[in-house]
């Protein structure tokens, strides 16, 4: 799992984003890179084998609504790996029961220096909760930073209310799971699991021990 620490300076200037580019309207067909080798856009960004290519892109997750399928889809399924994710971009869809795949495939990506896009139709609300999802964890930040840092970088995104409420249940989520691993008692008990299984190794090594020297040379074994 990734995870970054940031000290306050560095969180301001994550959140901040890069000051010197000014968007344009027809900036939200294209994507934007929202951490190091995660980017952002819409479907018509991934249509591109050139574009793709010149961005270094190796990995791809699409997410479309399941009536989008026919035309939302891998376009070069030998070039580049695809995860694909079916959903319905309304309020009412679950995206945390969905996050966790597609945080792990983002993150096997990263882990091998992949560059991942990840877009739906529109790049404006449905790939937008789950890459704002993903930066709240990675750098450890609050929901309302993630989401700044996300629109910071593509000014478009505009998660529907559904899926930003979603995004604040994310961060309480994440952070108690963060909690467990880190807690005393969840290390302690780790520790405890290993002694135990070394206590049953010992256990069967002197199992298989001899009891007594079968070549008479131990002068305990017993004289009959």
């Given at each position: 799992m990734f995870r970054v620490k940031l000290n306050d300076e560095q969180l301001r200037n994550v959140v901040a984003g890069p000051g010197d580019v000014e968007w344009r309207y027809e900036m939200r067909r294209e994507c934007q890179e929202i951490l190091p080798g995660l980017l952002l856009g819409p479907f018509v960004a991934s249509k591109s084998l050139e574009t793709l290519q010149s961005l270094g892109i190796t990995h791809i997750v699409c997410i479309r609504d399941a009536k989008e399928a026919f035309s939302v889809r891998p376009r070069f399924p030998q070039q580049f790996t695809y995860m694909t994710l079916d959903v319905e971009d309304n309020e009412e869809q679950n995206l945390i029961r969905l996050f966790p795949a597609a945080k792990k495939f983002i993150d096997d990506a990263i882990s091998r220096n992949g560059r991942v896009l990840v877009h739906c139709n529109g790049?404006?609300?449905?790939?937008?909760?789950?890459?704002v999802m993903f930066?709240?964890?990675?750098?450890n930040m609050s929901w309302e930073d993630a989401l700044h840092t996300v629109q910071n970088r593509r000014y478009c995104i505009s998660p529907?209310?559904?899926?930003?409420?979603q995004i604040k249940e994310y961060e309480a989520i994440y952070k108690a799971s963060l909690a467990l691993e880190e807690s005393p008692y969840q290390n302690s008990n780790n520790v405890s699991r290993r002694k135990r299984d070394d206590d049953d190794d010992d256990r069967a090594e002197d199992r298989k021990r001899p009891l007594v020297d079968m070549d008479g040379d131990d002068p305990d074994a017993m004289q009959t």
């Open positions: 790049g404006i609300s449905l790939s937008p909760a789950f890459v930066v709240m964890q990675y750098y529907n209310g559904g899926f930003l409420t």
